[in-house]
């Protein structure tokens, strides 16, 4: 098992360098970053990481191909890959549609859009010019100016068609789940995907791109995950909450709650409507002990990075040195 973490850059730089460089030092095998318009750019961000960092592979997690064309995602994570001396893994989804909507941008196709952007990105950086006549991009003899290798693809994905399409063309991919419920589902379709691309298992990154929220105290590991646990409720489809046999009306006290708290502020009622059940079901979080039994859960069925995604715990730094000392190490070993 591996270990990656998330971060969001809606911190000062130099803060979240302190947090990368500390689960550097701690073990973690990888660092993600993630792409949303309003937060800090993406590749700004991991250039200061890269030229700080030693060993942690970095990456966006994940970029899209609506924000940029990938001739520039190609360009920008080989310069990270050129700074970083061979440390960079490009995450790549299909987007956020809340945050495009605001940017005017229509979340059309895309499933052609990002198997286009794969094909397109592997060519560049296997220094091919690029002819490519796509329903979506059409490239006339593009080829990057600079030598990258190849840099390893992780695609993000949940719905049953993109986690085909992550295995046929990706490293690796990133799902957005936390319970080996979800990935037994999730690997059906992975298997699909690699038989076709005639891969094997072995070379395939299944990532846990999980919420994670540790602490010596259970209790407060739990608290700290309520609030991100109400957003994921909210937002996973019927399929995922029927998967877990969540009741309608508990999941609605949610999304009532998360309202009131967008009106009115009232952010306790939100933690108050998050059941232990969801918790479970939507983060890994507990103790060290009660983290490690999901984990080898998880490496049950598949799974073979675990990332540590927001919150981390209720004092990240401390969880994050806490995962270092006593999760890490049981995978070593
Ligand atoms: N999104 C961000 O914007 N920023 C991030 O930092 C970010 C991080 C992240 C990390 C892990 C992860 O798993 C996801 C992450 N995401 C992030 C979200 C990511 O960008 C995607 O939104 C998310 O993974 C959605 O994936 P999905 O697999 O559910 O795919 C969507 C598009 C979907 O609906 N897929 C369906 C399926 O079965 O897989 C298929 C939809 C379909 O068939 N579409 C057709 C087509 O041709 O594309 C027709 C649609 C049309 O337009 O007509």
Redesign the pocket.
């Given at each position: 098992m591996r270990f990656g973490i998330e971060f969001v850059p809606d911190m000062k730089y130099y803060e979240l360098e302190y947090y990368v460089k500390l689960a550097e030092d701690s073990g973690f095998e990888y660092t993600w970053i993630?792409?949303?318009y309003n937060n800090r750019n993406v590749y700004s961000i991991l250039t200061i990481l890269a030229l700080k960092t030693q060993t942690i592979k970095l990456g966006p997690?994940?970029t899209?191909p609506y924000h940029i064309n990938p001739a520039l995602t190609a360009s920008a994570i080989a310069t990270i890959n050129e700074v970083s001396g061979g440390r960079a893994v490009l995450?790549i989804?299909?987007?956020?549609k809340v945050?495009f909507e605001r940017i005017g941008i229509s979340?059309?196709?895309?499933?052609?859009r990002m198997r286009e952007a794969i094909e397109i990105i592997r060519e560049l950086h296997a220094g091919k010019s690029v002819k490519y006549d796509g329903e979506i991009f059409k490239f006339n003899g593009a080829r990057l100016g600079f030598k990258t290798g190849s840099i390893p693809i992780y695609v993000?994905?949940?719905?049953?068609?993109?986690?085909k399409l992550a295995a046929e063309l990706g490293d690796g991919v990133?799902?957005?789940a936390s319970h080996p419920k979800d990935f037994e589902e999730a690997k059906k379709n992975i298997d699909a995907g690699l038989e076709k691309a005639g891969k094997s298992v072995d070379a395939f990154d299944v990532v846990a791109?999980a919420s994670m929220s540790v602490d010596k105290n259970r209790d407060n590991a739990r608290n700290a995950a309520r609030i991100v646990v109400a957003f994921i409720v909210a937002g996973s489809p019927e399929v995922v909450l029927q998967r877990h046999g969540l009741k309608d009306e508990d999941v609605n006290k949610v999304r009532e709650a998360l309202n009131n708290a967008f009106t009115k502020g009232d952010w306790p009622g939100v933690a108050k409507a998050v059941t232990d059940e969801m918790i479970d079901i939507f983060s890994i979080s507990g103790t060290p002990d009660d983290v490690i039994e999901r984990v080898n859960e998880l490496a049950k069925v598949g799974v073979t990075q675990v990332v540590a995604g927001s919150p981390i715990g209720p004092d990240k730094k401390k969880s994050i040195k806490l995962i270092g000392k006593e999760i890490i190490p049981k995978f070593k070993e």
């Amino acid at each position: 098992m591996r270990f990656g973490i998330e971060f969001v850059p809606d911190m000062k730089y130099y803060e979240l360098e302190y947090y990368v460089k500390l689960a550097e030092d701690s073990g973690f095998e990888y660092t993600w970053i993630t792409d949303h318009y309003n937060n800090r750019n993406v590749y700004s961000i991991l250039t200061i990481l890269a030229l700080k960092t030693q060993t942690i592979k970095l990456g966006p997690g994940v970029t899209n191909p609506y924000h940029i064309n990938p001739a520039l995602t190609a360009s920008a994570i080989a310069t990270i890959n050129e700074v970083s001396g061979g440390r960079a893994v490009l995450g790549i989804g299909a987007g956020d549609k809340v945050t495009f909507e605001r940017i005017g941008i229509s979340w059309e196709k895309p499933l052609k859009r990002m198997r286009e952007a794969i094909e397109i990105i592997r060519e560049l950086h296997a220094g091919k010019s690029v002819k490519y006549d796509g329903e979506i991009f059409k490239f006339n003899g593009a080829r990057l100016g600079f030598k990258t290798g190849s840099i390893p693809i992780y695609v993000g994905a949940q719905g049953p068609k993109m986690l085909k399409l992550a295995a046929e063309l990706g490293d690796g991919v990133l799902i957005n789940a936390s319970h080996p419920k979800d990935f037994e589902e999730a690997k059906k379709n992975i298997d699909a995907g690699l038989e076709k691309a005639g891969k094997s298992v072995d070379a395939f990154d299944v990532v846990a791109y999980a919420s994670m929220s540790v602490d010596k105290n259970r209790d407060n590991a739990r608290n700290a995950a309520r609030i991100v646990v109400a957003f994921i409720v909210a937002g996973s489809p019927e399929v995922v909450l029927q998967r877990h046999g969540l009741k309608d009306e508990d999941v609605n006290k949610v999304r009532e709650a998360l309202n009131n708290a967008f009106t009115k502020g009232d952010w306790p009622g939100v933690a108050k409507a998050v059941t232990d059940e969801m918790i479970d079901i939507f983060s890994i979080s507990g103790t060290p002990d009660d983290v490690i039994e999901r984990v080898n859960e998880l490496a049950k069925v598949g799974v073979t990075q675990v990332v540590a995604g927001s919150p981390i715990g209720p004092d990240k730094k401390k969880s994050i040195k806490l995962i270092g000392k006593e999760i890490i190490p049981k995978f070593k070993e």
